[in-house]
């Protein structure tokens, strides 16, 4: 025979009747909608890209960039300046700049210089 023991103050968080999710909409489907499309796969059983999959020159994990190689400052999403002293708003857009340089050499991608010159 087995026995219940109450966990009162953690037990009544998963009580279906205290989520009040217990009742059935009005309209409901008896199944799931079948999914559009289908999965290709690119890599054999060993984990090798096949013959024809496209693949980068540089790296063999493309343009990443991990964590690792990121500076250690994330500059934040300033929407607006207002409020803020002119050198306030100069250091947030200097920084915003150094990132997506440090950022576009990082990636391999070209920096507003090399597109200007091309």
């Not at 109450?6 to 059935?24: I, P, T, V």
């Not at 496209?54 to 409020?83: H, L, Y």
């Amino acid at each position: 025979m087995s026995s219940h023991f109450s966990a009162n103050q953690y037990e009544n968080g998963f009580d279906s009747k205290r989520l009040q999710m217990w009742q059935l909409p009005k309209t409901y489907k008896e199944r799931p909608s079948a999914q559009d499309g289908y999965t290709q796969i690119i890599a054999t059983d060993r984990g090798h890209l096949k013959e024809g999959v496209p693949r980068s020159k540089e790296s063999p994990w493309g343009q990443f960039v991990g964590t690792w190689d990121m500076p250690p400052k994330i500059p934040g999403n300033v929407t607006t300046c207002m409020a803020r002293s002119k050198p306030a708003v100069d250091d947030i857009q200097r920084s915003k700049m150094e990132h997506d340089a440090f950022m576009r050499q990082a990636t391999g991608s070209p920096t507003k210089e090399t597109l200007a010159q091309i």
